[in-house]
């Protein structure tokens, strides 16, 4: 076994430790999530996936940052009695993504994707700059509301992990390739026990509000 697919092989195992704590909104999620970025750095840099590796450096920011948002929310919880019903307002209760922020998330989505594109194809080798431009730009967005734990994030990551999974095979990542696989289809049941975890939140909180 070469050394690349040994460590194919290893961050894909850890990739699913990570998705198994995101399907259950575990806070242990995100230190899980600041390993798994040092394993692909390498991988997508040896493939010249450069986007896939910048989008890397990014979450290991990104999940400092969604584990001190998660760390600081229940700590919040703790210290003033709060119910799980109403940590809306503290930020740690999983719900859908406001209305509002749709028209942003999509600007924020169509410009990244532009500079990402125009990056790849002016710098560097990259053998599918646009394909690799759109998962960079939509991970970026899913991270963010993964840290906001808006409910939507999946889908995000669902159409992530195919589009990544079409990409890996077509550059011969196949291990990589065989993980996004199963990637593309956890998003599904994780909405599924997220929309099941708020359910319970928000009625806990109806019978808070009208018993004081």
């Known amino acids: 076994m070469g050394y690349e697919l040994m460590i194919e092989i290893v961050a894909a195992a850890i990739m699913l430790i990570y998705l198994w704590l995101e399907y259950k909104a575990s806070i242990w999620l995100w230190p899980v999530g600041v390993v798994i970025p ?18 890397n ?36 209760t999983i719900r859908f993504t406001p209305k509002h922020y749709w028209p942003k998330l999509l600007a924020v989505f169509c410009a990244l994707f532009a500079l990402i594109a125009w990056v790849l194809i002016r710098f560097t080798d990259s053998p599918v700059p646009f394909g690799d431009a759109f998962t960079t730009a939509l991970s970026i967005v899913a991270m963010w509301m993964l ?30 390739a065989v993980t996004y696989v199963v990637y593309s289809i956890v998003p599904v049941f994780g909405y599924r026990q997220w929309q099941k975890m708020m359910i319970p939140a928000a009625t806990e909180s109806l019978t808070n509000r009208y018993s004081r």
């Open 57 to 92: 450096m990014y979450y290991l920011v990104a999940s400092a940052y969604g584990w001190f948002r998660w760390w600081k929310s229940e700590s919040l919880l703790k210290q003033e009695g709060l119910q799980s019903g109403e940590t809306a307002v503290l930020g740690a």
């Open 38 to 55: 040092l394993f692909y750095i390498y991988i997508y840099f040896v493939n010249k996936f450069y986007a896939d590796m910048g989008i």
């Open 147 to 176: 840290a906001q734990k808006y409910i939507e994030q999946w889908w995000f990551w669902l159409i992530v992990n195919a589009v990544s999974a079409i990409l890996y095979f077509w550059k011969g990542m196949t291990p990589t």
